[in-house]
Nanobody, 119 residues
Framework: QIQLVESGGGLVQPGGSLRLSCETS????????MQWYRQAPGKQRELVAIISDRGGGINIADSTKGRFTMTRSNSKSAVYLQMNNLKPEDTAVYYC????????????WGQGTQVTVSS
């Protein structure tokens, strides 16, 4: 059974930092790309970052470039999203996703973790 569990969200002031974690199980983690998405209230889910199986991280959302960094630990089957200089517009539920990691090449999602940036 594939499981993805996000953690590390919370309430932070503008300019602050958070580090999200996504621990996974149930698939061969080292073989798959991983992604972070976010969904703000009333908006569509947005791709934030993607990382290859070898660890090349790419920030996708222009609004996060230079502030967010995605990394992975293949030994721990986990991915991380380091978020610096947070802004109120970063407020969202953040989800991790394993790309095509299922038996039938389906992708799987975690349950999400809430990030709120507010003074």
């Amino acid at each position: 059974q594939i499981q993805l569990v996000e953690s590390g969200g919370g309430l932070v002031q503008p300019g602050g930092s958070l580090r999200l974690s996504c621990e996974t199980s149930g698939f061969t983690f080292v073989n798959y790309k991983m992604q972070w998405y976010r969904q703000a209230p009333g908006k569509q889910r947005e791709l934030v970052a993607i990382i290859s199986d070898r660890g090349g991280g790419i920030n996708i959302a222009d609004s996060t470039k230079g502030r967010f960094t995605m990394t992975r630990s293949n030994s721990k089957s986990a991915v991380y999203l380091q978020m610096n200089n947070l802004k109120p517009e970063d407020t969202a539920v953040y989800y991790c996703r394993c790309l095509m990691c299922g038996r039938n090449n389906e992708s799987h999602w975690g349950q999400g973790t809430q990030v709120t940036v507010s003074s």
